[in-house]
């Protein structure tokens, strides 16, 4: 019982990072639907609670609103907690296996290239942010 309290602290503290960092939570299908599929671009992080999602992925994610070049979109699925929306957004990631945390640059509702777990666990944050400038840069620009 102890213990779905504090993961229930934790995914709460995760949330609210995100939210925090400008990212929009989508918790459903239809919510997951209605933005991947929009024109433009949209950067989709995959949450979690495992360490290198509070340690790296996440500071990372936040980071990432104050760069130069940016997609239109900044959302986030929440992997083991909102498990239909995050099921549905790994729908649009075609060519990559589900991992978490992660993240997802689509653009028109296509999926251009991911961050993935192995780039992430292990890794400092500004490596992870670097990979991220880059996929803005590629793909994010006018």
Known sequence: MQFNFYMNDVVKVARQEMVEAGYEQLQTPEEVDEVLKKEGTTLVMINSVCGCAGGIARPAAAYMKNYETKPDRFVTVF???????????????????????????LK???????VERFEIEGHEPIQVVQKLEKAFDDYCKD
């Open 79 to 105: 992997a083991g907690q909102d498990k239909e929306a995050t099921a549905r957004a790994r729908e649009f990631f075609t060519g990559y296996a589900p991992s978490s945390p992660s993240f997802a640059l």
């Open 108 to 114: 028109d509702g296509e999926i251009k290239t991911m």
